[in-house]
């Protein structure tokens, strides 16, 4: 017999998970908050990590355009090394066009400008190859990047677990 009074009664695994991670969450954000540091739920961000070198200023273009405050600065530097590697031409170019265009018009370079000022520079040139390119290649290094899914609350594939509609299809008990 199923006493309905006790604690945790009625509770699934799911609705345990979900609770279980919402108090991780504000356990970091409380210590976010009153440390300043950046909380991350990956082990291997715990490890320190060689950053492959890039050109100044691309480091943080990337984290511009894509701006997550919990990834730390090796997932943005994997995929735009990799895009330095395959077009370091367009790279080297469109941002040595961004640093000017930088400094004619703020008299710094484009990584020590406030964030408004830098964002206003990439909007004017998101038509360019070169902002094409860094987006992309970050969108798939990011977004694409299966240790990074639990960040974004993402389970990944379904198909091979028997689909959605088993496995929270309906949980909308964020609403």
Same mark, same amino acid.
Not at 35 to 45: G, N, S
Not at 87 to 109: D, M, N, W
Not at 117 to 134: C, H
Not at 151 to 165: D, I, Q
């Given at each position: +017999? #199923?006493?309905?009074s ?9 609705? @345990? +998970? ?7 969450? !504000? ?14 739920? !990956?082990?291997?961000?715990a ?9 100044? $200023?691309?480091?943080? +273009? $990337?984290?511009?355009?894509?701006? #997550? ?19 370091g ?16 018009? #703020? =008299? ?9 000022? /830098? ?7 998101e038509?360019?190859?070169f @902002? /094409?390119e860094?987006?992309?290649?970050? +969108?798939? =290094? ?6 990074? @899914? ?5 389970? =990944? ?10 496995? =929270? ?7």
């Amino acid at each position: +017999m #199923h006493d309905s009074s006790a604690p945790g009664a009625g509770l699934s695994r799911r609705r @345990f +998970m979900s609770l279980s991670a919402q108090s991780l969450a !504000l356990l970091g954000a409380t210590a976010v908050s009153s440390q300043l540091i950046p909380v991350t739920l !990956l082990a291997d961000e715990a490890r320190p990590v060689a950053l492959p070198e890039l050109p100044a $200023g691309l480091l943080q +273009m $990337g984290r511009d355009i894509f701006p #997550h405050d919990r990834l730390a600065d090796q997932h943005y530097a994997k995929p735009l090394a990799a895009l330095l590697d395959k077009q370091g031409v367009l790279v080297r170019q469109g941002l040595q066009t961004l640093q000017a265009s930088a400094r004619e018009r #703020h =008299g710094k370079a484009f990584e020590a400008l406030a964030e408004n000022d /830098r964002v206003a520079l990439l909007r004017a040139i998101e038509t360019e190859p070169f @902002f /094409r390119e860094v987006r992309s290649a970050l +969108m798939f =290094g990011i977004y694409d990047n299966k240790a990074l @899914f639990p960040l974004f609350g993402y389970e =990944g594939s379904s198909v091979e677990k028997g689909g959605y509609v088993n496995r =929270g299809f309906n949980d909308i008990d964020w609403l």
